[in-house]
């Protein structure tokens, strides 16, 4: 079954900075693409960015370009994404999820890492 | 970013058909396959239909989904108390080469 575990989550300072982590298993990591997802309180599902199985392409929403970055490591079957700068509405629960293709959906979801932001 | 638009509450009773849907941009909807994902708080969301009428392995037959010009429907038949969730539809956007999510549809069954 694939397993998709978070860890780095936790409480940090407007303007600070927070590197999130994802393990994978139970699938061939290096053959699909991979994304982070947030949920704010009380708001909805929103997609933060993805990242292509080699790496060499990635996306991001609007509201965290130039600010986060997404990687991964294929020989260690993990993905990241480092957030800088971070402010208070970037609080949210941060879900790890398989992007194996357009047509196919966000298949599968980690539990999430809960991200804070507040002085 | 571009708009998916989902009613944000559906009520219906037991062992009743509700369909939720989702409107976006007709050359959106229409060109790329819709999602749909069910979300209980406290637990990730779960993948109920894809490319807009196929369900995964494991995902019960009382869900299907369709779509109908930039309309994108789920229709859940015989309701029972645990389809009580979020629900969510979700679409690539080429032009934004981004995922959109629609703002969710909470479903209550009374």
């Known amino acids: 079954d694939v397993e998709l575990v978070e860890s780095g989550g936790g409480l940090v300072q407007p303007g600070g900075s927070l590197r999130l982590s994802c393990e994978a298993s139970?699938?061939?990591?290096?053959?699909?693409?991979m994304s982070w997802v947030r949920q704010a309180p009380g708001k909805g599902l929103e997609w933060v960015a993805n990242i292509k199985k080699d790496g060499s392409i990635t996306n991001y929403v609007d509201s965290v370009k130039g600010r986060f970055t997404i990687s991964r490591d294929n020989t260690k079957n993990s993905v990241y994404l480092q957030m800088n700068s971070l402010r208070a509405e970037d609080t949210a629960l941060y879900y790890c999820?398989?992007?194996?293709?357009?047509?196919?959906?966000?298949?599968?979801w980690g539990q999430g890492a809960l991200v804070t932001v507040s002085s | 970013q571009a708009g998916l638009t989902q009613p944000p509450s559906v009520s219906k009773g037991l062992r009743q058909t509700a369909t939720l849907t989702c409107t976006g941009k007709?050359?959106?909807?229409?060109?790329?396959?819709a999602t749909w994902l069910q979300h209980h708080q406290g637990h990730p969301p779960k993948l109920l239909s894809y490319?807009?009428?196929n369900r995964p392995s494991g995902i019960s037959e009382r869900f299907s989904a369709s779509r109908s010009g930039n309309t994108a429907s789920l229709t859940i038949t015989e309701l029972q108390p645990e389809d009580e969730a979020d629900y969510y539809c979700?679409?690539?956007?080429?032009?934004?080469?981004?995922?959109?999510f629609g703002g969710g549809t909470k479903l209550t069954v009374l």
């Open positions: 007709s050359n959106l909807v229409g060109n790329q396959g």
């Open positions: 139970g699938f061939t990591f290096s053959d699909d693409w």
């Open positions: 490319s807009n009428d």
């Open positions: 999820v398989r992007d194996p293709s357009v047509i196919w959906g966000l298949d599968s």
């Open positions: 979700s679409i690539w956007d080429p032009d934004l080469s981004a995922w959109v």
